[in-house]
């Protein structure tokens, strides 16, 4: 077997292997491996100009200018750096001589004969080489200051032939033109150092993108006044009135002024991330520095708003970000995350406070009533305090940090005073030391933490100090306290498992299985500490006639006050709860002959031990938060008893997960506080206090539910979406529902429904029954013999909609979905994908078609506009076809697959005629071009 003859995919993976040079000879060994990575290799390209590549820039423009070149096609991303040949890196700038008692600058070095001629063969071919590139759907532009004007013009001309082009990134400092004004179609935009020659064109820009989601701009900061044209109201001023306004998930601005009100608050809808790095608020005053009442500062106040109604606004329209970055903290932003669940990162630096009191009565509320919404999302929390505070981490804040389990990144700075150490001649306190506090509680509490920082801020003595002298002389010190406490022991050359860092014994037992983990532990009592919550974390309870012994003991021991699992354990997993069950006999106990005939033995009773400490060990775990419970078929009442009850016992309780075909009472009612709850069947008790569980939990934010399945009865409003939220006050706030999941029910979205939807990011909908929608096979039911007119007919089309009124009630309220499983497409449903942009999943499943040329003509639709709006988000595709047709991968849809460049998977049908065996198969060779070519996330190729 020669590498030719093996699958393109098994090539790549070959390649991936290689370093780029060996990468680049693989491709000129043959055409046919030349086609195969000539996409890897060609993907990104990089213009830099320079004196010392000369030869080899100009053979590369010489050759893209040809238009014949494999990146004419094949390069996706263009980087624009240098475009002068005189362009020296080494070059630092002029020197100084010491010359008869002066300082002489010396001479620049004289432009060689070769440079002007290599500017002559750039200036012939930069424009034909750029405008080549076809299928650029990124530029990335930092002009450099050498640079010619004629080259930069030629840059501008040839990004108005880029029609694929969708991410602009430009640095505006160095151009020596203003910034172009024929980019049209962007779906993200990045300028840093916007001139006041460029404000005009970068606001008709924005008004020639409707499809517009990312916008990160920073204006000059050499202005010396900010007004109008520095301001958020610039960005959109020539924004159509008529038009819809921008559906922006991503903002980050610079340099700038803000105020939110008609004319931009409308584009922030669906904001996710917002980014506000000096943005200046006109109504706060310095102590220090009065302003006068001049006319820029009326300005000022005209555009730009104080950061409280910043964040009063964001809270009124519902924005829920993900990402934060800001620079100063107010209450106001304090209740802003108060009011919802799911942020994701949060850099701040608090430098708004002009006394500590004030600073310290935000940083209390923030820990104590803000955070605690986002203990469960929170990946990245980043917090410069600007003086030693309650920003900083102390004990006050320690118990609110440790239940942030999800952190990756962590960066706070600690109090100078409450770092203990011996080794400076300092008197050690009672206290123990912050530094090794801090690190205890991100090895304790945060297993997937990636980086910390622990940093030295100024005193708070030092807050209007003008001289820098005491702040420097301050850090030096905090730097020799953090370089000598004691918790950070120097390496010693007989290192043992003990003396390493604890992250590193982490790592050392994720490379180990459970059994040796469970052996390491046991060493001593410090790994043990150490990994307990590593093997402690989850919990699963499965009581069987096979581990009898070992779960009585196991019951036993967490029964007791002192076990470290009612510490450590997160997440508790129910399963069966009678020694009785055997796991590997699936029928009667026994036969026994008693007088002449066969007779079932009896279970025995329950062992009265287990009855004993059940409870007792399951009411233990206090820091349980998530509990995932299946009964099994042999429990007894009592055991399911004693589980609700325990439950009381779990304040901190957010996810619930259970099974309800095996529960031998109703679900348990008594839950609330919950953020995600997941129930599998169940009867009409069991949806009832279901709606009960719901009404008590004002911060759900995820709802599964799969109804029963009911063949004597016809669905009706015990099985429908108007059950869930039966008992929700009418007077209370909507949910504030991200996720979504329902089967075998009826769906109506209307006054009563909708609006818990309205920041709906998932949604999953499985046997959806349509009460509107008729089977041509099967105009009346037969079984349940439904007319048109009768109590169930009527009853199911008061809590069950068509499937097209669904799409179009989610689109008129401009809910704009991530992921969506649903079973039928129809043409509401692609009008709804059409009308906004950022889907990551579809899963879709096309059963309602009556007929082929109906099902092709809604395939041949979808696969236009509406898939194209997500080519730049979507991640997985999974397309089920019920028939043949235009639904499964075909020449005349491989096009539109191939821009969606970020699939991670992709699975679909194909139509049987068209599977040879010749390796010339057009349709091999279609599928190859998308996974080897412009698919470069890949990771699974799923056939039906």
């Known amino acids: ?78 980087y624009i750096r240098s475009l002068s040949p ?118 008709k820009v924005i008004a020639t993108s409707p499809q517009l989601i990312s916008m990160r701009v920073t204006f000059d900061g050499h202005e010396p006044q900010r007004g109008r044209r520095q301001s958020l109201h610039q960005l959109v001023k ?28 409308p584009h922030l809808v669906h904001l996710t991330s917002l980014e506000l790095v000096n943005v200046e608020d006109p109504f706060l005053i310095h102590p220090l520095f009065p302003e006068g009442q001049s006319e820029a500062n009326f300005e000022k106040k005209i555009y730009g708003s104080s950061k409280d109604d910043l964040w009063k606004a964001m809270t009124q329209i519902g924005v829920r970000l993900e990402r934060i970055i800001i620079e100063d903290a107010t209450l106001p932003f304090v209740q802003y995350l108060s009011s919802y669940s799911g942020l994701k990162k949060l850099r701040l630096i608090p430098r708004n406070f002009f006394e500590s009191s004030t600073s310290d009565q935000v940083a209390s509320e923030f820990f104590d009533k803000a955070l605690q919404n986002h203990f469960h999302t929170l990946q990245d929390l980043q917090i410069d305090a600007v003086y030693e505070g309650l920003w900083c981490f102390s004990k006050h804040n320690l118990p609110v940090l440790s ?36 690190l205890d509680t991100v090895i304790m509490h945060m297993p997937q933490i990636e980086n910390l920082h622990i940093n030295a801020t100024s005193s708070e003595d030092l807050r209007f100090a003008l001289c820098g002298h005491a702040a420097m002389s301050h850090f030096d010190d905090v730097g020799e306290k953090l370089a000598a406490s004691n918790s950070l022991p120097l390496p010693s050359q007989s290192m043992t498992l003990l003396s390493i860092a604890p992250e590193l014994t982490l790592l050392v037992s994720d490379r180990l299985d459970i059994e040796s983990v469970k052996n390491l532990r046991l060493t001593c009592k410090q790994l043990a500490e150490i990994l307990n919550d590593a093997i402690l974390r989850e919990l699963t309870i499965h ?94 009442e009592w055991a399911h008893l004693a589980v609700e009850e325990a439950l009381k016992q779990m304040p901190d309780i ?108 998932y949604l999953e909908l499985i046997n959806i029954e349509d009460p509107y929608s008729q089977h041509p096979f099967f105009v009346v039911d037969d079984f349940f013999s439904e007319e048109e007119d009768s109590g169930p007919m009527i009853e199911k089309k008061r809590y069950g909609s068509c499937k097209d009124d669904w799409w179009k009630a989610l689109k008129e309220a401009g809910i704009h979905l991530e992921k969506i499983i649903v079973e039928d497409a129809n043409p509401s449903f692609l009008d709804y994908l059409a009308s906004y942009s950022g889907l990551k999943t579809l899963h879709l499943s096309t059963r309602n078609f009556r007929d082929g ?8 639709e979808f696969f236009g506009t509406p898939l194209q709006m997500h080519c730049d988000t979507l991640q997985v595709l999974r397309i089920e076809a019920a028939y043949e047709g235009l639904w499964c991968f075909n020449m005349r849809n491989s096009r539109a697959i191939a821009n969606c460049r970020k699939l991670r998977t992709i699975s679909m049908s194909m139509i049987s005629s068209q599977i040879h065996n010749a390796a010339e198969n057009p349709m091999r060779r279609s599928i190859d071009i998308i996974v080897r070519a412009v698919l470069p996330h890949y990771h699974s190729l799923l056939p039906c």
């Not at 390649?15 to 693989?26: A, G, T, Y």
């Not at 601005?253 to 931009?264: A, K, M």
């Open 238 to 265: 020539y924004w159509p009135a008529n038009r819809n306004p921008l559906q922006l998930r991503e903002l980050s601005l610079g340099n700038c002024l803000v105020r939110l009100d008609s004319t931009t608050l």
């Open 853 to 860: 040329e109906k099902s092709d003509e809604v395939a041949e």
């Open 543 to 636: 009581i069987t006639k096979d581990n009898l012994q070992s779960s009585l003991a196991r019951l036993t021991a967490l029964a007791n006050s002192d076990h470290p699992a009612l510490k450590a354990t997160r997440k508790l997993c129910i399963k069966s709860l009678s020694p009785t069950y055997d796991p590997t006999y699936c029928g009667p106990l026994a036969y026994s002959n008693i007088n002449g005939r066969w007779v079932v033995m009896t279970e025995p009773d329950v062992f009265p031990d287990i009855r004993v400490v059940l409870f007792k060990a399951l009411a233990s775990l206090k820091a349980v938060q998530v509990v995932s419970w299946t009964p099994y078929p042999k429990d007894a």
């Open 654 to 761: 957010h996810q619930f997960e259970v099974v309800l075909c095996n529960l031998k009472i109703p679900l348990p009612a008594t839950l609330s506080g919950l953020q995600s709850i997941t129930v599998d069947g169940g009867h009409e008790q069991d949806l009832d206090n279901l709606a009960k569980v719901i009404a008590a939990s004002p911060r759900l934010t995820s709802i599964s539910v799969k109804f029963p399945l009911s063949y004597n009865r016809p669905l009706g409003c015990y099985q429908s979406l108007h059950q869930l939220f039966k008992y929700w006050p009418a007077k209370r706030e909507p949910l504030q529902l991200r996720r979504l999941s329902l089967s075998d029910c009826l769906v109506r979205l209307d006054d009563t429904t909708l609006p818990h939807f309205t920041h709906l990011a």
């Open 1 to 78: 077997m020669s590498l030719l003859s093996i699958a393109p995919e098994l090539t790549l993976l070959i390649s991936n292997q290689l370093d780029i040079e060996d990468l680049k000879c693989l491709r000129l060994t043959c055409k046919q491996l030349a086609d195969v990575l000539s996409e890897v290799i060609l993907r990104d390209l990089t213009i830099h100009i320079t004196k010392n590549n000369i030869r080899r820039s100009l053979e590369t423009l010489a050759a893209l200018a040809k238009g014949c070149h494999a990146a004419s096609r094949a390069t996706r991303e263009l």
């Open 86 to 203: 005189a362009y020296d890196p080494e070059y630092l700038g002029p020197c100084y001589t010491y010359v008869d008692g002066r300082w002489v600058v010396e001479k620049e070095p004289e432009v060689s004969t070769e440079i002007i001629l290599a500017e002559g063969e750039v200036k012939a071919n930069l424009f034909k080489a750029i405008s080549s590139l076809k299928a650029i759907q990124l530029v990335s532009w930092s002009p450099y200051p050498k640079d010619a004007e004629w080259a930069h013009m030629a840059v501008q001309n040839s990004l108005e032939g880029m029609t694929e082009l969708r991410q602009f990134e430009v640095v505006t400092t160095d151009m020596k033109i203003p910034l172009p004004a024929i980019l049209t179609s962007l779906r993200e935009i990045i300028v840093t150092g916007v001139r006041e020659q460029d404000q005009e064109n970068l606001a």
């Open 403 to 438: 239940r942030c389990e999800g952190l990756r990144t962590l960066n706070m700075a600690v109090i100078s005073s409450e770092i203990q150490n011996d080794t400076l001649g300092s008197q050690v306190s009672e206290e123990p030391d912050i530094v090794k506090q801090f």
